[in-house]
């Protein structure tokens, strides 16, 4: 980024500040004698855009918006959407693949260190995979039908042309717009489901001391979920809420929001949904290829003994215990 | 260029250049059309628009159908803007601007560019529809005019001719009201109305009793010329705004001082360099204070006053009364302010004065417009270019209508109503008069005005023997009248419930047929606009212009000169009325009926506006002058023709009269459009004078002088004020024989018993009007302008408080004029007044309440309400009210509130915008609306499919009692009312 | 080469909306969009100025930038056109525009968006459609530039006040305007339009 682009970046984020706390200032001027002179009393845009970030007036049409006569800060938008989240979102997610490349290269695939027992304990439930995989599909297609907004016209556009693309984005959005309630459901059932496994405990701090088993080479104490997975669930809460209601916001435009609202909101859903596809794709790499025996815990929800063993060590050990007695239902 | 769509994306364009369209645009006229004059930006280059795609602007037509273009004037103000229509296969498909018209040069305003949908409009009155046990039931147009002609045959025969009021329109072409006008002179009544009294009858009285005629006496053009722009009581930008156009540029030319003075901050004050917020109703009050400062400074101007009025000094004794202290109490101005206007309006010259509404409706209406003549005659401003009394009026043809006489206490052209008036206009019909007296109950109400359209209902509901004529009103007669415009609706609702006949021809079903629960007796019958017809139209400015059918009648509707026809058939005198007038298969020649107004319409000057001359003028709309309004001399159409021959345009149309762009100019011939005031009141008036006499008081007869001295038109032979023309005066100048002996012939067949009485405005040749103007001279003499208006029930202007006032102190020192019987109905409005006083109404009623107009909508708005493109831009009836009456009542902007009224425990809900545009204690509402009655939704009321897009309350739900005693007027303009949030 | 632009004279404008209906009239523009408008700054207070508003076709348009189908584009001319064809009506213009312009009829489900519709300088779309066809009419609207025609909005403003054409010229004209009356209250929405204003 260069320095104009920085302090543009700046400006940019003074001027939200400054739009929200703006407060309309008047000029009245009078004319000679204090009597009211309305020509004398011209105010240009130059005073008026100086004391607010935008013009805004009384019109006939019932239509809010239409009241904002000039609001320089589209300009800032376009430079937003095309320069910062384009190469910004660009390099976020490209390097996030960059980075699990080299991850991938140096480490590998992580092996179960004892092997495969061969037996099979029940780690997620059938209707927990529901929720995960309702979350997952919904996820990505809202992904690539919203990375297509972004950077569709640069990437996919020349490839097909012009027709075929209009055609494909205006499926998108639609597709975009009906998933996004799909996403929504699932990221409340998944929250509802693992929200009590997921509190903090003090065995995640262990595990953050050991660095996750990374830095020692042993595996971290964790209970049902490791921090790693906590922090995992915690943060695409956060961002699913994030972007559900940035969304929603942009789904049903102007209800209850101004151009000022509607322009957070899409910078809010952009932002968060690039960095939130970064830490999906984390999620992805530590979920598939980047750890042997981990993707049966979505794929099938059984999980060998062994791999509970190394990365849940007390949830399979309390699993275990409660197994054995004979009167415990299969609580899970 | 624009690049061909194939190659339309950024980067990858191939431009590809188009063959050259014609008709591209020059630069020059660019910039005429963008409102600067040609040449003065000489080092611009051509504005290049090489390479454009070729293309039919507009909605397309069908394939293969011709285009033609059609012009005819908007409908919707008095500024009289041409409106150009492209018509294919029969259908309006477009609009264009008209830059060539010198009156709008292409502009318009919402209006003017969305008429297109007045005529197409989905909301319209299909067919002739009556209500059968409350139920709209579809008749044809036979059987429409037999029921209801039949009804009025009864009525007539059992109650007389006066129990039907014939309700007119300023809507009308002037021949449709003409026409009108002689349909009542026909059934034998003078209960013929129309819109005028309800907005400048006022102005009408008022003006022409002060120096002749009743009419805005320069134009709007004319205003690039002032150096002083007042206005008091107008609000232009909103009911004309294309008048801005002159008043703006000529602001901005001249750098002239433009002051507003208004109750509101509108978008007129605006553009203003000074803005005098006022307190509704003082304006004489106001008047007189500038007039204090003025004789106090001598800044009056003393020339003009001794050669061209009579009667300044009691106008200097009372305007000595209203020092500055005074005129502040009445009016809340400080002296500061008065004095400043006062000394720009007399000093910064020329200065004109522009009113509207703001000063005519009120109870003191008349006196009102009069101490604004006041003002412009002490300060020398009338009859100059870039002077005078512009007033504008409100309809497309307010003016016209009035002038043709669609008006309670005249025949057309203002002739009045006595014996010889009727014998004048039967001599133009060509019909007997003694028939013509036997159509009346007697001669006496045949020469006694009639009942004023703001009473109707008064007529119709008071004891008969309150009402001055044979029995109450039974059957309304309205063409083109909105019920939701007059005031005390409440009492209108009974009225219309208790009629016996209700007929309302109109575009639109209009509120009169959803107010009332009547359930039978009403009919609807579709008009066409009048882009439907062909027709003239007087602007404010007295130019007439010719307007051509642009379609045929949608649906149903006829226009109103086939309607009248059939209705005059179907009474029995349609021959006799239509007697020269051709009428082909039922359809009326609209030029045969300006040709009979030529033939009658000398006193006003309508005798020389030929249809054949008035379609010229609209062809060459693009040859008169945007400023003086004149063509070259040298034109063979219309050669030295003022645009639109602005009344008085004298003579036959041989005569070639240019017409009057400024009325009272003596710095013109006659000839050329000059004049003098009009010697309408006699050459002198006695007067009984107390005077001292060797330390005795005695009364003595003095013979004022009204003629005017040392002050004649340019190139008059009579250098000295004269009386009006007669056979008589011109025999004692020896002009007698310069009269053809066809002339001769004709004056001696106007009164065989004693041509000499024969007077320029009676003689049906036109000679006498002819020989007078050859010889320099006004054919209505050479007079003094009158600043004591003897005939008026204010001789000269009486400050008086309006009936509801918020300050019940004023009324003692100031209170409206006492009880009396005017035009056949008792008015009460001073016991009005005392009650309300004594019952401190200002207490329950707190705040002011008046009333005016909105941009997107015209008059009571049925037709504007129902167009889409008006509609959308103005959804909801409102209330302005001042942010701090508001936060003392909790209301928000936007909110609903219920607005109540003075009188009838009257209500309405409305939504509040909440604004400085009023001052605190007014709150203002315009006058559009309708379809909702007290909180009740009448949508459902209306004719299928007819209703209107939006509706709201009237605000003539909640006016009240109040009538100018000269004309009848009512006093919207100045109530009082309480609101509360809903 | 012309470039097209608008200029709102605020000192002339008096809020009548002429320009409002000559825009639905002539491009026959259903209820609900208004491609221009008039918007009233110091309501009933003095220093009052209506100015009259509508795409301005800016230079460097940020809503074709912001477009993710590119369906916006300007022409040599300057006017800014867009392909109703390929708007998937996503709202983004919207966001971009400064003055506010782009306006969506309500389609289908939520208070979804139909395809964009906004002033197109009377000059006809972006599409494919023949220019000054019924097809191109009831897409977009008129296409008086196809005949050296200038909008209708201008051509019709009450007051002259709103200014269409060669943005050099009007220019001109305006500082012509301000230097004979001696006040102006500025070209408005220039300096964000085009990145310069009006020089007097």
Known sequence: ?332 | MLIRKSDRRRGSAKPVVADRPGGGLDRRTFLKRSGIAAGTLAALGELALNGVRKAEAGPPAPPGAPVSTRKNICTHCSVGCSVIAKVANGVWIGQEPDYDSPINRGSHCCKGAAVRDDVLSERRLRYPVKLVNGQWTRVSWETAINEIGDKLIEIRQKSGPDSVYWLGSAKFTNEAAYLNRKLAAFWGTNNSDHQARICHSTTVTGVANTWGYGAMTNSYNDIRNSRTILLMGGNPAEAHPVSLQHILEGKELNRANMIVVDPRMTRTAAHATEYVRVRPGTHIATIYGMLWHIFENGWEDKEFLSQRVYGVDEIRKRAAKWNPKEVERVTGLPEAQVKRIAELFAKEKPATLIWAMGQTQFTTGTANVRASCLLLLATGNVGRPGAGANIFRGHTNVQGATDLGLDVTTLPLYYGLAEEAWRHWCRVWEVDYDWMKSRFPTKQLMETPGIPSTRWFDATLLPKDQISQPNPVQAMFVMGHGVNTITRMPEAVRGIEKLELLVVCDPYPTAWSVISERKNGTYLLPACTSFEMDGSRTASNRSLQWGEKIVEPVFESKNDYDMMYMLAKKLGFADLMFKNIKVENGAVSAEDILREINRGGWSTGYCGQSPERLKAHMKNQHKFDLVTLRAPKDDPEVGGDYYGLPWPCWGTPEFRHPGTPILYNTNLPVKDGGGTFRARFGVERVVKRKVMENGQEVEREDHDNLLAEGSYSAGSDIKDGYPEFTLGVLKKLGWDKELTPQEMEIIQRVNSADPDKVSWSLDLSGGIQRVAIEHGCSPYGNAKARMIAWNLPDPIPVYREPIYTPRPDLVADYPTLPDAKQFRMPNIGFSVQKAAVDRAISQQFPLILSSGRLVEYEGGGEETRSNKWLAELKQYMYVEVNPADAAERGIKDGSWVWVTGAENSSRTRVKAMVTERVGKGVAWMPFHFAGFFQGADLRAKYPAGADPIVLGESVNTLTTYGYDPATGMQEPKATLCQIRVA | MARMKFLCDADRCIDCNACVTACKNENEVPWGINRRRVVTINDGKPGERSVSMACMHCTDPPCAAVCPVNCIFPTEDGVVLHNKDQCIGCGYCFYACPFGAPQYPQVGNFGSRGKMDKCTYCAGGGGPEAPGSAAEFAKYGSNRFGEGKLPMCAEMCSTKSLLAGDGDIIAQIYGERVRKRGYGSGAWGWTTAYHEDVEV
């Open chain 1, 1 to 332: 980024m260069t320095f104009l682009a920085r302090f543009r970046l700046a400006t940019f984020v003074l001027m939200l500040l400054a739009i929200a706390a703006a407060v309309p200032v008047f000029a009245q001027k009078l004319g000679p004698d204090g009597a009211p002179n309305p020509t004398a009393s011209v105010t240009g845009q130059r005073e008026l855009l100086q004391q607010e970030p935008r013009i805004t007036g009384r019109v006939d049409i019932p239509d809010i918006k239409s009241s904002v006569l000039i609001q320089p800060a589209g300009r800032t938008w376009d430079y937003f959407h095309q320069v910062l989240l384009r190469w910004g979102g660009g390099v976020v997610i490209l390097g996030t693949v960059a980075l699990l490349a080299i991850a991938y290269l140096i480490l590998g695939k992580l092996p179960i260190s004892a092997g495969r027992s061969g037996r099979k304990v029940v780690r997620f439930e059938a209707f927990e995979r529901f929720a995960h995989w309702l979350t997952a599909a919904s996820f990505v297609i809202l992904g690539l039908t919203g990375l297509n907004i972004t950077f569709g016209k640069a990437l996919l556009l020349p490839l097909v042309g012009p027709d075929l693309f209009a055609a494909i984005s205006q499926i998108a959005k639609y597709v975009h717009n009906f998933t996004s309630f799909a996403f929504v459901a699932g990221l409340l059932l998944i929250t509802v489901i693992f929200f009590k496994d997921n509190l903090l405990e003090k065995v995640d701090m262990d595990w953050l001391k050991q660095g996750g088993g990374f830095i020692k080479n042993r595996h971290a104490p964790a209970g049902r979920f490791n921090f790693g997975e906590k922090l995992v669930f915690w943060l695409s809460i956060a961002a699913g809420i994030a972007v559900s209601v940035s969304g929603f916001l942009l789904l049903f435009p102007f209800y209850g929001t101004d151009i000022l609202g509607m322009q957070l909101a899409q910078v809010v859903h952009a932002v968060v949904a690039i960095l939130f596809v970064a830490l999906i794709l984390g999620h992805i790499y530590i979920g598939t290829v980047g750890m042997e025996g981990a993707f049966e815990a979505m794929g099938t929800g059984e999980v060998d003994l062994n791999w509970a063993k190394e990365h849940h060590d007390q949830w399979i050990a309390k699993k275990l215990a409660s197994e054995t007695r004979p009167s415990a239902t299969a609580a899970e």
